[in-house]
């Protein structure tokens, strides 16, 4: 059988068909897989939570990210999560949903001046403290970064995590490394009375991290766009919880 | 080999040794530039290229005397593309960690030269089974250069391999750091990599003399 395969027509008939056939298989490839991804994700999001409140298995390795394990995080996250709230306004709900919150959606919603953000909270319990998880989101380099810090009452860091959907591998990409993360612990939002975030500093001649009263951890050389973005990002998210920390202290 | 003909196994072998698609091709060096600063990443390079070529290989061979030759690029990078979208799925279902730590490895597969390369010289001219040991071959061939300077970057640069500490731990001063061994991190670049590249091509050239081209 000898086709013609010079042919304008053909050419055009093969690149459609093609497309169809590629698409449809790639189609059905996604939304077979998509229940087991978005589980994934969801077990992802609760081990997040939990590593920025310092549940986790890092035990005595100091280098890497332990996660607890996927097995075991959704019973660890219902024992240590003692509280997920809802801040929206002065309203405060509690809803064991709400770390599914998304929060890219509600920033798009929130652009309505009529919408009422809601603000998801975690209020976690370890060994007889209370931490506060706030999730955060905002942009690096070339994507999305996000990540989740826990306060104490006084808003006073106890941990963080970051993550990135696209920074620079080597430079940015290290934002989600323990090196940087464990900078955090301990950080100050406040300057006296006044919040100010934390700065993704650089040259703030503190590279070990030694001032905790400083505002401000070492940058990552070369990663100044995706430092900015987690400065930009803690500075923004966490100033809307301001009204909710003020109320726990009265 | 029982289950191959000599002509056949000559199509895995030879890439392996002296007709490697690294050392004397030349193909596929950016992919062995980036990753192999790390012996894990290096291996699970090679598994992935070694799934996208071996089946990559069989898909356009099968396919060979319908594609238009005009738009056979194309077709190659949408078959490569497809490949590479369903394994990255694949893996974000049922092994998400591995996915995360991959994410940008897996799209560097796409950008692999050795697989345009082999689909544009051999599968297009090639029944399929010949393909598939054809593409099998090219992969090991490459990914037995990835691991090798995978290797030693890690050794040399970190002082580790697969992770974990052989040498010692280098802020604790134990095992060889204790006798005032250093850690090159010069290896960690990009550049050593090519430099070892360039050392095995060496090797290779002053053991086979009939690789070295005249001038």
């Known amino acids: 059988m000898a086709i013609n395969t010079e042919k304008n027509s053909y050419t055009l008939f093969f690149a459609i068909g093609m497309v169809i056939v590629v698409g449809s298989l790639l189609a059905f490839v996604a939304s077979g897989l998509k229940p087991n991804i978005k589980e994934n994700e969801r077990l992802e999001k609760q081990q997040n939570i939990l590593y920025a409140m310092g549940v986790d298995e890092n035990g005595d390795d100091p280098g890497s990210v332990n996660f607890i394990s996927t097995d075991k995080v959704a019973a660890e996250f219902k024992t240590y999560i003692t509280k997920q709230l809802i801040i929206q306004g002065d309203n405060v709900t509690e809803d064991d949903q709400a770390y599914l919150i998304d929060l890219k959606k509600e920033e798009a919603l929130a652009k309505d001046e009529s919408y009422e953000r809601r603000l998801p909270l975690f209020v976690g319990e370890k060994d007889g403290k209370t931490f506060y998880i706030v999730p955060m989101r905002g942009k690096g380099l070339w994507d999305a970064i996000w990540g989740y810090v826990s306060v104490d009452e006084e808003m006073v860091v106890q941990g963080a995590f970051f993550d990135h959907k696209g920074e620079t591998p080597g430079l940015g990409s290290n934002i989600k490394e323990r090196f940087f993360m464990d900078d955090f612990k301990g950080e100050n939002l406040f300057n006296g009375t006044s919040f100010v975030g934390i700065d993704v500093a650089k040259g703030n001649a503190d590279p070990l991290n030694k001032d905790k009263s400083d505002n401000q951890v070492d940058a990552i050389a070369g990663a100044t766009i995706t430092g900015n973005g987690v400065t930009a990002m803690i500075k923004k998210d966490l100033r809307m919880y301001l009204p909710y920390f003020n109320s726990l202290k009265n | ?215």
Not at chain 2, 5 to 16: A, E, F, Q, T
Not at chain 2, 98 to 114: A, D, E, P, Q, R
Not at chain 2, 165 to 191: C, Q, R
């Open chain 2, 1 to 215: 080999m029982g289950l191959l003909s000599k002509k056949d196994s000559k199509l895995i072998l030879d890439p392996l040794a002296d007709n490697n698609p690294i050392t004397i091709q030349v193909l596929g060096i950016c992919s062995a530039l980036a990753i192999t600063a790390q012996l894990k990443a290096s291996v699970v390079m090679t598994v992935s290229v070694l799934f996208v070529l071996g089946v990559g290989n069989v898909v356009i061979s099968l396919m060979r005397n319908i594609i238009p030759s005009k738009i056979r690029i194309i077709v190659q990078l949408v078959v490569v593309a497809t490949l590479v979208i369903i394994v990255d799925q694949v893996l974000k279902a049922f092994s998400y960690e591995l996915s995360k730590t991959l994410s940008v490895f897996v799209g560097l597969i796409i950008t692999n030269c050795i697989i345009m390369g082999r689909f544009e010289a051999f599968a297009l001219g090639n029944g399929p089974w010949k393909s598939f040991l054809d593409g099998i071959g090219n992969a090991l061939g490459y990914g037995v250069i990835l691991i090798i300077v995978g290797f030693f970057r890690e050794l040399l640069g970190s002082g580790t391999l697969w992770g974990y500490k052989v040498l010692g731990d280098p802020i604790a001063k134990t095992g060889l750091y204790a006798l005032g061994y250093e850690n090159n991190g010069f290896m960690l670049l990009s550049p050593m990599a090519l430099i070892t590249v360039g050392i095995i091509i060496w090797i290779q050239r002053s053991r086979n003399k009939a690789l070295i081209e005249e001038n």
